[in-house]
Each structure stands twice: as structure tokens, then as C-alpha cells.
């Protein structure tokens, strides 16, 4: 109701109450009609004074109201733009603390690639200087039989090739970049989710060939180039892990290392420091040795593992022959999983130095606080029978084939939206 309008009613009903009274004192009590209509208006005068006395002074209080209320939000907005300061403040500092991390990650990328470049350098120069074994033995006659090794081409049967061929054809292969990164899942079961990957690599010939490790591994150790091609995979695996810790997923990435590197004495202490500018990786970067090379470590490569152990890195345990390990020794030097051969874990455990059963051995892992992976798994009834032993992950071409990551994938931005298994698959080659 409009205010005038509610003022007029009130109005109209102090003067009928007023007339009344006026009317009661001229007939009732005997005033006269005008002292009547006089005291009447008095009266009227009074009233209307009095409620606007009233309403002014509601009018004051809600206004009063009014202005605490405006007070009140005032001093929370003035706490807002207090907290919105100290918020800015704390961006930039934790912008420029990002930047000088992102610098020093820079920094440490850069000098692990003027080592491993140095290192290419210094194989190829001994090679050809002659000082290598392998270099020695590629001048040998090339109808050896123990000179000879299998180059595999895709859509044509393999082709025999020297040492000293194979020597050329990894040093180009490792001075154009042609060392690929593949990536085979491991998943959990039965879920069969993808939970790590195994970074390996591969090379490629000038015509594209791929060549495996088992046929480079051979002459590629005599001529100290392996360091060369296990840092490369390291530099292609912390990449590959960044990525995913853009989106803090539950990924991991196991990245095979030899004890050639970690008795380089050049190399391994700027590994160590480029790991120390991503400690952010040690929950989803897991280096993995062979059983061999773990059994023939001395005391350097021990110090190696002691070094980026400190940093919180953890380890596996892959190509195990025999269970007859020290399982608490592996967990105190760092060791979270092993991988054991589906065929060993089915098969006739008396050969390989276990003293338990098959469907204890994951009980007696666990007690020692490692996982056990079941890797080559190649059909579905190893999986089943894999099952039956409660092993929580596997491995295996039934689950996925190795397959490359495109060299662009490695080097394009995040997208922090984007699900890493659906990205890491349409990266693949």
C-alpha cells in the first residue's frame, strides 16, 4: 500500500475519533459546541504530531538498522580484499618458486643432454679410433659366425649383418634420434585397469627397420654405447611422467636401468640432480634392473641405488631366473615390485630356489612389502591361472603390446583435461 495513502487512513481514523469525542463532550457533559470543536482540533493537531513522532523515529531506527547492516558488510568486504591480497602475494611467490623450479628442471634437462651427447661423442670417437672391443671386432672378417647378428626388416626376412654394421647402424641411429620410446601397460587384476607403464626402447635403421634390444644389446655393451641409450630412456621416461603428474593421476612409469649407469661416473651424479628438481615423480617414476645386474652390484652401484633412494625413488626387480632372494634386503634398499615370468609362477617352482608354494609366494612378498607382477602373460588361461594365485598386477601382450610414443607427444603441452591412458594411446605410433 502506498505510503500516502496508508497516512491518509490513519488520518481519517484520528479525526473520526476525535469528532466522536468532541460530539460526546458537547452533548454529555454540556460544553459548548465551538469549545468543543476546538478541543477537537487540538486534539487532532496533537495526534497527528505524535504519530509522526512515531514514525520518524521508526524510520531512524530502521535507517540505523540499515547502516550497521551497510557497516558490517563493509568490514567483510574490507576482510575479503585483505585475504584476495594475501592470496595474490601468495601466488606470486609460489609463481616465482614454480619458475625457479621450472628453470633449474631446465637447467638439469640441459646438462643430461650435453652427457649423453658428450658420451655419443666419446663411443664414436673410441669406436673409430679402434679402442673399443667392438670396434676391434668389427674389423674382423665378416664370416666369423660369432661376428655376425640378425637385423630384422619389416616385410622382408631378416638380414645378416657384421658387428661393425650393427656399430654404424646404432651410432647413426643415436646421432639422427632414431631411438624410439614404446610403452607396454601393466594392469591390476582382475579389473585389468592400467595402473603403470614399462618404458623400452627401441632403435630404427636408416630405412626404418626396427631393431630390438636383444640384437643391439650385444655389440652395443663391448662399445660403450648403452649408457648412451639407457639415458635416453631415462630423459624419455621422466618426460613421458611429467606429463602425467600434470593431471596427478594414478600412473606410473617403470624405466629400465643398467649398471652402465650407474657406474658412470659423469653421468649419474647430473641423473641424480636432475631427479632432485622432480621429487615430485618419486610416486610415479619406479627404475627397474634385471636380477642379473642386481647380483653382480658392487659397492659404487649400491651407493648409486643408496643416492636415489634418499630421494624417495623406489624400484623393481625384472628378468628373475630364481625366488631364492633376500626379500628384506630388497625392500630396505628400496625394492616395491618384482616381476616374475607367468611360466615360472606356474610351472615346477623346485628349480628356481623357492622353498614355499606357488600360492604362498605373493603372502610372502606382501610380508616383506613388495608387489608381485606377473609379466608374459600371453593367453587368457595363464590369466586365469595367474588369478588363482591372488597376484594384484599383470603384464603381457594378452593386456597390450609394447607401442611407441610419437616423438611430438613427448614434446607438446599437457592438457590438463585430457584422460592419460586415452592421450598416451592416441600418442602411440
Not at 463532550?25 to 476546538?38: D, M, P
Request: with cysteine; glycine share 8%; aromatic share 6%.
Amino acid at each position: 500500500m502506498p505510503s500516502w495513502l496508508n497516512n491518509g487512513l490513519i488520518f481519517a481514523s484520528y479525526a473520526i475519533v476525535i469528532a466522536g469525542l468532541s460530539i460526546a463532550l458537547h452533548r454529555a457533559v454540556g460544553v459548548e459546541l465551538q469549545s468543543a470543536i476546538l478541543v477537537g482540533a487540538v486534539l487532532l493537531l496533537f495526534a497527528g504530531q505524535a504519530h509522526a513522532l512515531v514514525g520518524r523515529s521508526a524510520e531512524r531506527s530502521q535507517l540505523d538498522t540499515e547502516l550497521r547492516g551497510l557497516r558490517v558488510h563493509a568490514a567483510t568486504m574490507s576482510r575479503d580484499m585483505e585475504g584476495m591480497r594475501e592470496h595474490i602475494t601468495e601466488l606470486e611467490t609460489s609463481l616465482d618458486i614454480q619458475t625457479s623450479s621450472r628453470n633449474e628442471q631446465l637447467s638439469s634437462e640441459v646438462r643430461l643432454v650435453e652427457t649423453l651427447v658428450k658420451g655419443l661423442a666419446e663411443s664414436v670417437e673410441a669406436g673409430v679410433n679402434g679402442t673399443s672391443p667392438a670396434r676391434r671386432a668389427a674389423d674382423r672378417k665378416p664370416d666369423a659366425p660369432r661376428d655376425q647378428t640378425r637385423l630384422p626388416l619389416e616385410g622382408e626376412a631378416a638380414e645378416t649383418v657384421t658387428e661393425g654394421e650393427m656399430i654404424e647402424t646404432i651410432r647413426a641411429s643415436l646421432e639422427e634420434n632414431r631411438v624410439d620410446l614404446y610403452l607396454q601397460p601393466i594392469v591390476t587384476l582382475p579389473q585389468r585397469r592400467t595402473r603403470f607403464y614399462e618404458g623400452l626402447t627401441r632403435l630404427r635403421g636408416s630405412e626404418g627397420e626396427i631393431i630390438m634390444p636383444g640384437d643391439y644389446m650385444r655389440v652395443a655393451e663391448p662399445a660403450g654405447m648403452m649408457p648412451v641409450v639407457d639415458n635416453l630412456l631415462l630423459f624419455r621416461c621422466v618426460q613421458v611422467v611429467r606429463r602425467l603428474v600434470a593431471r596427478s593421476r594414478d600412473i606410473g612409469v617403470f624405466c629400465n636401468i643398467s649398471a652402465h649407469s650407474l657406474l658412470d661416473a659423469e653421468f649419474f651424479p647430473q641423473f641424480v640432480e636432475f631427479m632432485e628438481h622432480n621429487a615430485d615423480l618419486t610416486g610415479h617414476l619406479y627404475f627397474e634392473f634385471s636380477q642379473a645386474a642386481f647380483e653382480g652390484l658392487g659397492p659404487i652401484e649400491k651407493a648409486s641405488l643408496e643416492a636415489l633412494h634418499a630421494l624417495g625413488f623406489r624400484f623393481s626387480l625384472d628378468h628373475v631366473r630364481r625366488l631364492d632372494m633376500n626379500l628384506s634386503e630388497l625392500h630396505d634398499m628400496g625394492f616395491r615390485f618384482v616381476k616374475v615370468p607367468s611360466e615360472l609362477l606356474l610351472g615346477d617352482l623346485r628349480g628356481t630356489g623357492s622353498l614355499v608354494r606357488a600360492d604362498d609366494i605373493k603372502a610372502l612378498f606382501e610380508r616383506n612389502g613388495i608387489d608381485l607382477i606377473a609379466e608374459r602373460i600371453e593367453n587368457e588361461r595363464a590369466a586365469v591361472a595367474v588369478l588363482d594365485l591372488n597376484i594384484k598386477f599383470g603384464q603381457g601382450f594378452l593386456f597390450g603390446e609394447p607401442r611407441a610414443v610419437r616423438e611430438d607427444a613427448l614434446s607438446a603441452p599437457a592438457d590438463p583435461t585430457a584422460n592419460p591412458a586415452e592421450e598416451l594411446r592416441q600418442a602411440r605410433i
